[in-house]
């Protein structure tokens, strides 16, 4: 292990980025979903930063219950603050806690890894949404690091409404969609509005991500079986519907459906297509004509050909370095390693290094690369 | 004759892998039919996903009329004791058959024995010296595709039926990547290739053909191990009217000016540059020195180059997702602008040198007006990256009065979706309503920057941001044709067809609606007696090659 370490440092030379630390996660058995999803959110920057200003801040109010958020917030902290620049750490805390709260991640199957992204952010989010009641419900003690947690100001100046609170990882992931569907019989737009941490796209066999997310955001007729309710007409009408991007998260994440239900089996089929994604993309499918540019930090890999059995790893760009990150191991690829990940064209291919979410990051918007 | 059959064999088996039921063989354009007329590839199997990164590059090839009657260029080695005898047996099947075309047919046949044979049991490679007797047709005219796959570049002779190349030339330190064809060259020396090792070569195609070997001959070696730059070849070209200069880009983000007349014996070192991401031209310090110059044109890769038909600009694209226009001969940059999003992969002149076309990972078609200094129109079509544009310069709109008001170009892109697209692009139609309506008309919804210089004039020597996806007018394909099962990589026009690459090296030949007929007629009698001698050939010898 410490020869790998010296391995990457020297690869890195004196280009080793200041301050920054490439650490292994060690595997407990089947958590490699967890170790590539955890590197992925260890290099998106702003939500590290504020993950562990989060911890700095609550440290010092002590009483710190044990639960998911300060775990990832200890394990954060501590690959930070090592002292060598490379090496391994156990996320045994963290993957302990996570067991614990969670039986489906419990067992030593292979589990998927955007189903742990997804359950992970919903859990900071409830963790942090508690902890603002709590706060709240206490007489006048609120100290300044909730404030942070909590963000915008509704949030207290509706008092104790069910108003949803606008954490720092709201901030960070969430997006809106809206869903617009137009009645074709009286015209009338219904739109509603739903928040999301990630988009779920269908993909296909030589495709790019350009074109899923065309895709995902492109008119559906609503007829025969399927019609919508219109409330103006107060009945069942032909309709159009289609999703658009109302408000594009900072951090984009985009998860690939390479896990089917293929009926005829009676099972999840992995589909090892070519989908290819750029290194900087834009949204098209946006309400607004934004042009947002996004630039692509990380990568979770799918390697197997089944989807109950396999492995994960993540690639990961730190300093305009690209790292591969499988479990202890770290090593520097060159940029252009990147496309390998694609997929396969065939079928049967041996290649099954297939990428699986997406970790984009907004630029040029706000001034939060560090 | 085992060696022929069981190239026989492999062909067959090639097309069967190939040939997907999903594909159409023919697609529709206004003007008529495009018809699959043949395919090429290479010995199947043998480099698949071993070459993985390298995605196949096609060249066409002109070779005129040998100037002067033959000299035997022989390499002494390459006539065996046993040449004579076969060698008869190929002129006999040649004369046999009578006819120009049918001594392709005879040439191939025994050609295929090289290509197989030296893909497969390298023992066997000293028969195929005996078909040194075929090396006579090389001295007359030809078209010839030439492409790479994994280690080798194969050569394919385009007016043959013929599936398998006639020719391969392997590399055993790196894999080539990109190559270039000069049929004007004045002496020797017409081929390019560039590999990924970052050497480059140059040869005389015709000495290839001749030699039976299955390595490159006569060939000029340029940066030879990476001694100027080690970085990965990317695109290779001829100056036009260069008088044999060429440029080589690499994935450094620098080009190298060659002289093929120089042998590079000089130092070529050239200064550290000091600006990554600023464009300057170094010279090199001694005339002896080749390369003669260096460009550094970006940060991260140059994935292509193209000159001008007319040799006065130079064109390049590359990650960073600029397409760059230089004054050649002045070394200074005309203008260029971003995409919309994402590297540029391909771009390609018109031939009147106006419209630059490009390609990238935007899925756009970019027409890029040399007037203007801009954008002009995107192409929406293609499901993935684009990986290669051309315009189609036999092409002429057929309600075309003649009068050259109405221009219309034809364009051809290709992309990573397996689609060829067909694209008109009518000047009138596109640009008017454009300056009609400027974007400006709504200034409440103006963003800034891209608005702002839209329609105003663009100094000489800037680049341009992106533009925004409202102010650029879009353009809807002609035609829209799953031409591969596997991603497409290049697109060469014809004057009778359309040719169409995937990157693992399958070639598509495509007949225009007009030509298909009196073509295919002409190519059914080649067709058909090579059907006649192909399986009186397997037949008498293919069992006992299954029994081996």
């Known amino acids: 292990m410490g020869a790998a370490g010296s391995k990457l440092e020297k690869a890195l030379g004196d280009q080793f980025p200041e301050g920054e630390r490439y650490f292994g996660l060690e595997n407990f058995g089947n958590t490699c979903y967890c170790n590539s999803v955890l590197q992925a959110l260890y290099f998106c920057a702003p939500f590290r930063e504020q993950l562990l200003e989060y911890y700095a801040n609550s440290k010092n109010t002590g009483d710190a219950e044990e639960n998911l958020l300060t775990c ?3 394990l954060f902290t501590q690959i930070s603050s090592q002292k ?33 992204l997804n359950f992970l952010l919903n859990e900071l989010v409830d963790i942090l949404e508690k902890e603002a009641q709590a706060v709240k419900s206490e007489p006048e003690t609120s100290s300044p690091p909730e404030k942070t947690a909590n963000g915008p100001k509704h949030a207290q100046a509706n008092g104790v409404s069910k108003e949803p609170l606008v954490t720092w990882v709201h901030k960070n992931f969430q997006g809106i969609l809206t869903n617009e569907t137009r009645c074709l019989q009286c015209e009338t737009v219904t739109a509603r509005d739903e928040t999301f941490f990630d988009l779920s796209l269908d993909i296909e066999q030589n495709s790019s991500i350009t074109s899923c997310l065309k895709n995902f955001s492109s008119t559906e007729t609503l007829n025969a079986e399927d019609k919508f309710f219109c409330d103006k007409c107060c009945s069942l009408q032909e309709a159009q519907k289609r999703m658009k991007i109302k408000k594009p998260p900072h951090i984009l994440v985009i998860h690939l459906k390479r896990f089917k239900y293929i009926e005829q089996l009676g099972r999840y089929k992995k589909l090892s297509y070519r989908v290819v994604f750029p290194l900087e993309l834009k949204l098209s499918n946006t309400v607004e004509d934004a042009d947002i540019e996004y630039s692509l930090f990380a990568v979770v890999v799918h390697v197997g050909s089944g989807p109950n059995h396999g492995h994960y790893v993540s690639l990961v760009k730190s ?52 | 004759m085992i060696n022929t059959s069981n190239g026989m064999i492999s062909t067959s088996s090639t097309s069967a892998n190939t040939q997907s039921p999903g594909l159409k063989t023919y697609f529709k354009t206004p003007e008529g039919r495009y018809k699959l007329h043949y395919e090429k590839t290479h010995p199947s199997g043998l480099l698949h996903y071993a070459h993985g990164k390298t995605a196949t590059q096609v060249t066409l090839a002109n070779l005129k009329d040998k100037p002067a009657p033959s000299t035997p260029t022989a390499q002494p080695s390459s006539f065996s004791a046993s040449s004579g005898v076969r060698s008869a047996a190929a002129r006999l099947l040649g004369t046999g058959n009578g006819g120009r075309a049918l001594s392709f047919v005879g040439g191939n046949g025994g050609s295929k024995s090289i290509s197989s044979t030296s893909s497969r049991i390298g023992s066997l490679g ?45 590399f055993s330190n790196s894999n080539p990547v990109c190559h270039a064809f000069d049929q004007d060259a004045k002496d020797g020396h017409d081929l390019l290739i560039g590999l990924s090792s970052g050497d480059v070569y140059s040869v005389s195609l015709r000495q290839q053909l001749q030699d039976v070997g299955k390595k490159l001959v006569g060939a000029q070696h340029y940066n030879k191990d990476g001694s100027v730059s080690n970085s990965r070849c990317m695109s290779i070209a001829w100056v036009p009217g260069g008088d044999g200069a060429f440029g080589v880009a690499h994935a450094d983000g620098n080009l190298y000016i060659y ?65 760059r226009v230089f004054d050649y001969s002045k070394g200074q940059l005309i203008c260029g602008g971003k995409s919309y999003y994402g590297a540029l992969l391909c771009c390609a002149w018109s031939m009147d040198v106006k419209y630059i076309l490009t390609g990238g990972e935007d899925d756009l078609v970019q027409v890029w007006s040399m007037e203007d200094r801009k954008v002009v129109a995107w192409g929406e079509g293609h499901n993935s990256w684009v990986s290669g544009v051309a315009f189609d310069s036999y092409w002429s709109s057929p309600n075309s009065d003649g009068t050259g008001e109405n221009v219309v170009y034809r364009f051809g892109s290709v992309g990573q979706d397996t689609q060829l697209l067909l694209w008109d692009l009518e000047m009138d139609e596109i640009v008017v309503p454009l300056r009609r309506c400027p974007p400006g008309g709504s200034p409440t919804f103006s963003t800034g920057s891209q608005s702002s210089h839209w329609d105003s004039v663009i100094p000489v020597g800037t680049l341009q941001p992106a533009p925004s996806m409202r102010d650029v007018p879009k353009l809807s394909p002609v035609v829209a044709h799953r031409a591969h099962t596997e991603p497409l990589s290049g697109v060469v026009f014809r004057q009778e067809s359309v040719l169409t690459v995937c990157r693992e090296g399958h070639i598509k030949i495509w007949m225009r609606p007009g030509t298909s007929e009196s073509q295919s007629s002409n190519s059914e009698t080649i067709s058909s007696t090579s059907l006649r001698e192909k399986p009186l050939l397997s037949s008498k010898t293919g069992s006992s090659a299954y029994k081996q």
Not at chain 1, 88 to 96: E, H, N, T
């Open chain 1, 72 to 74: 990832l917030a200890d």
């Open chain 2, 126 to 170: 000293a028969s195929s010296s005996s078909n040194s007797m075929i090396n006579t047709n090389y001295d007359g005219k030809g078209t010839y595709l030439i492409f790479n796959v994994g280690d080798a570049i194969f050569i394919s002779d385009l007016n043959s039926q013929d599936k398998d190349p006639i020719k391969s030339i392997h």
């Open chain 2, 259 to 323: 002289e093929k007349s120089k042998d590079g014996a000089g130092d070529s070192s050239f200064p550290v540059i000091k600006d990554q991401s600023q464009f300057s031209v170094s010279h090199a310090r001694y005339s002896k020195s080749n390369p003669i110059a260096r460009w550094h044109i970006c940060q991260g890769s140059i994935n292509g180059i193209a000159f001008s038909t007319d040799g006065t600009y130079l064109a390049t694209v590359g990650r960073d997702g600029y397409l």
């Open chain 1, 84 to 116: 060598k620049k490379t090496g391994v750490i156990a996320p045994k805390r963290f993957v302990q806690r996570l067991k614990k709260q969670n039986e489906l991640f419990r067992s030593y199957m292979h589990q998927d890894a955007h189903e742990f």
């Open chain 1, 319 to 370: 300093h305009n370095h690209w790292l591969f990150f499988d479990d202890e191991n770290v090593e520097m690829i060159d940029e252009s390693a990147v496309q390998t990940f694609f997929g396969s064209t065939q079928e049967y291919s041996s290649n099954t290094d297939h990428g699986y979410i997406l970790f984009y990051e907004s630029i040029g918007a706000s001034n939060n690369k560090s």
